[in-house]
């Protein structure tokens, strides 16, 4: 499958059914990281789906080969290796739920592309066919887990990058990120417009806003959403 985002052309993935496609997110992940970081660390592509933000990050001689990656379906791990030798990218891929299967290692950078959005916005969403999403319904719990134990894999004054999406609780997980780590720092932030096929349950999304679990604005008859990438510092 060849990727079109801008960071990703010419990649050539295997993206099975199961598995997480890139996203925008992606591409600002890898931005932020490729802004922030000059040279090479150990780095942990944690949810790693295809494995192409740790590929990208290899590409641009920033990992301290190999690069670790994990995720917790089976697709995910074989479309990790999968990619990652057919980029010529040395990884140790492990399978397992968050931080579970790297128990006693430590990293200079850990990178979540774990999910972190709600529940329900990913059940009517197009970026969730066949894949399973369990962050909550205010979308904040995986991103909360990763904040609250990062601590345990990063090496003195190691440092976390994580999206922030509007389809979450945002507020929460900054305030969690604030209190857990010296420093938080916004990286980047983009607007995107809703997806056209979503506009169908915007009675539910006016809901969830209305309750506080996420948020977006609308602007000339369109729903604008945003994603922000966040680096915190031991």
Not at 125 to 150: E, H, Q, R, Y
Request: charged residues 25%; glycine residues 6%; hydrophobic residues 40%.
């Amino acid at each position: 499958m060849k990727i079109s985002l801008k960071n990703f052309s010419n990649i050539d993935l295997h993206i099975p059914d199961g598995v997480f496609k890139p996203t925008e997110t992606s591409n600002l992940l890898v931005e932020s990281v490729l802004e922030t970081i000059k040279s090479p660390l150990k780095i942990l592509d944690l949810g790693a789906g295809s494995g192409i933000v740790g590929i990208i990050l290899g590409k641009s001689k920033i990992v301290k080969f190999p690069l670790y990656a994990s995720d917790l379906s089976k697709e995910s791990i074989n479309a990790i290796q999968i990619n990652c030798d057919r980029n010529n990218i040395p990884v140790e891929v492990r399978k397992g739920s968050l931080f579970t299967p790297w128990i006693g290692e430590c990293f200079d950078c850990i990178i979540n592309d774990i999910s972190g959005i709600s529940e329900s916005v990913a059940s009517i969403s197009p970026w969730f066919d066949n894949i399973s999403c369990s962050s909550g319904v205010d979308g904040s719990d995986l991103t909360i887990s990763v904040l609250a134990n990062a601590n345990k894999y990063l090496h003195p004054k190691g440092s976390v990058f994580f999206p922030v999406i509007s389809f979450s609780n945002t507020e929460k997980i900054i305030e969690f990120a604030k209190r857990n780590f010296n420093e938080v720092m916004l990286i980047k932030r983009r607007e995107w417009p809703l997806p056209k096929t979503m506009y169908k349950n915007i009675a539910l999304l006016k809901e969830l806003k209305d309750k506080g679990y996420i948020d977006f604005k609308e602007s000339f008859g369109m729903v604008i959403c945003y994603t922000e990438i966040y680096c915190a510092k031991l």
